[in-house]
Each structure stands twice: as C-alpha cells, then as structure tokens.
C-alpha cells in the first residue's frame, strides 16, 4: 500500500461546471463537467508546495474509465460511481440530474471513486487510469486502443453460464447471494430513510406554526408579550434548520449507496468466474467426446448413438486409409485440447486465488465504512434530538420569565 498513487499524488475533483455541446448524433446536449485537480506529494519540500495540474472530465469519460478497469482487472471488485440520476430521494429533494446540491453530491462522490482507484494495490498502477488524471487530449483514443471492448462478456452469455455451469464454486455462489441480499437490505434502508425524512421535515416545519401563533398571541399581551414573541422566535429558528440537517443526511445516504453499487460489482466477479467454470467445463467435455470418438474409430465400435453411426450402416463403413487419417486429426486436436485445458485449469486457479485476495480487502473496507457511516448518522441523530430539547428548553424559560 505504500506504493499506491493516493500516497504519491493528491487527488481531488474540486468543481462542477455547467456546459452545452453537441452529442455523437450531432445534437446539442446539456452536461455537466468535473475538474480534477492533482499534486505530486513526494516533490513537496522545504515548505514549498509541487504546482496543481489540473484537466476536466465529463461523467461519460468516468464511466468508460471504470468499463476499462472492470472488463481489464475481471478479478477486482472495482469502485463503484456514484448515480447518473437520483434515486430513493424523499419529495423535497430534486431527483434533476442538473440540480446544484445533486450536482455537489455527485463531485464528492466521484472524488471518492478516484480515491478508491488511486489507493487500491493494483488498480493504482493502471496507466490509463494515470492517463485519465493527467493527460486531457487523446485520453478516449488510448483506451479504445486497448481494445478492451472486445473482451467484455456479453450479457448473455453469463446469463448462460449462470444456468448451464455443472459444478459452481460454492464460495462464488454463496458470495453471489450475499451481494443481492446487502442490495436489497441497503435498499430497503434507504427507503425507509427517506420516508422518515419526509416524516421529519414536516414536523419541523410545523413548528413554524408554534413560531407564528405565538408572535400573534404576543401583539395583544402586555406583561406576557416579550416572552411569547422570544419563544416563538426560537420555533422559527427550528423549523428553518431542517434544511440544512436533512442536507447532511444525504452525504450519509450517499455512502450507502456506494455499497448498493459495489453489491453489482461484487456480482460481476462472480459471474466472471461462472463464466470461466462454464468455459472449463465445455472444454472437459469436448475433450472426452474427442477421445471417444478416437477410441471408437481404432476399435471399430460404437458406443452411443450418432448420426455418424447410422450413416456408416446405410453408406457403408470408412476405409483404413480415410479413418486413419481422422484418427491422426482426432489426435492432433486431443493434445490441444489437453492443454488448453491445462491452461484453463491454471487460468481459473489464478482467478480464484486473485479474486479471494481482493473480495478479503473489500469485506475489511466494507465493514469499517459501514460501521463509520450508521457511527456517524447514529450522532446526527442524537444531536438533532438534543437541539430539539434545547429549543423546548429555551422556550420554557421565556414562559417562566413572562
């Protein structure tokens, strides 16, 4: 870890701007640009700070970093990004991926899918992620060089895969059912949260009532009037901090959500691995169905029914010289496939050990920044509770001084 990028270089997005342009359809398009700014930290001496290097990315180019990691390193649970659009929002919230504070959240979160990247032990030393940070010009045309689209799994063929594998790695299968039950527990968590969000805002701003009648009250009171007009401004400045606290809550809610997102990440290792058991297991048995069919034409016998068979009884049997020469081409074709099938057992035996080492790592991070984030909302909540004890507080000593 000590030679990871997050330790050699500082990395933030530090702002979002608004641009309009034209799309590959030659339509204009409205989208937002992030500008990543970075720092090499080892030149930074006797005080004086290495100058900022800086590039803007839009999260179109995001995205296609992380499909290159994710089709390049099949292995790694690679970082989520955070939403292209808002989701499990409470109703006051805007779900517009062009709204300010949406915006904001997403700059911090895409801040943090860099940081993920620049400290993860073999993601960080990826040069086109390098490139991503450093180079503007000519970024997009160094990944399609890489030619990564062409190894991607097709949607399909791991839908397949998932049915058709014979002897599924049992860790692999119980990780799999993991990842979609934290998905479904994260969001039904977050549902809730907003519900109670909604829940929230209408209490406080209630109180903006309690604020208003009880300025009204104090217009006709004399001797009780300064007391009632106090009380009711600390009702005001109550019902108008829900903004603000709600506003922190979604930075929490954020952190949730990058472990709905990295729940799909988690799967993708798994369906890679399906994918290679697949491929092992239809190989073992074209192999088999080679060697059978060798043995059967130097023995002369038929072992199972095939239309090769009926056609030599109807068309008469091959001679020495042609079934020698299939037995040659069935030879040649069963070394090969022994040793891809040495290769493929190698292959996914390095799969297995790589991909373990990783999801290991994820699990550690995953449960301290779990345990950080329900640690922090869980203060958050304590401390919106006691400044409603305190405005009460305050309101009953402008009651007792009336």
Known sequence: MEDCLAKKMEITVSEAEKRTGRNAMNMQETYTAYLIETR?????????????????RRYSEFELLRNYLSVTYPHIVVPPL???????????????????????????GLENFLLRVASHPVL??????????????????????????????????????TFRV?????????????SDELQSVISHLLRVRARVADRLYGVYKVHGNYGRVFSEWSAIEKEMGDGLQSAGHHMDVYAASIDDILEEEEHYADQLKEYLFYAEALRAVCRKHELMQYDLE???????TKKQQCEELATGTVRTFSLKGMTSKLFG?????????KIKVLEEQIQEGEEQLKSKNLEGRDFVKSAWADIERFKEQKNHDLKEALISYAVMQISMCKKGIQVWTNAKECFSKM
Not at 82 to 108: C, G, Q, T, Y
Not at 166 to 178: A, C, I, M, V
Not at 317 to 325: G, N, S
């Open 82 to 108: 955070p939403e292209k659009r808002a989701d499990f929002v409470w109703h006051k919230l805007s779900a517009d991926n062009m709204d300010p504070d949406f915006v904001e959240r997403r700059r911090i």
């Open 317 to 325: 049997q091959e001679t020495p010289e042609q079934r020698e020469a």
């Open 166 to 178: 014979k002897n599924p790695d049992k860790r692999f299968t119980e990780l799999k059912h993991y």
């Open 282 to 288: 239809m190989a073992a048995q074209d192999l088999t």
């Open 40 to 56: 090499a930290v080892e030149t930074q001496s006797e005080g004086q700070c290495a100058p900022v290097d800086s590039l803007w």
């Open 124 to 161: 960080c030393q990826d040069k086109i992620f390098y490139s991503f940070l450093t180079q503007e010009a000519g970024w997009k045309e160094m990944v399609n060089e890489t030619g990564f689209q062409l190894k991607a799994d097709s949607r399909l063929k791991a839908l397949n895969a």
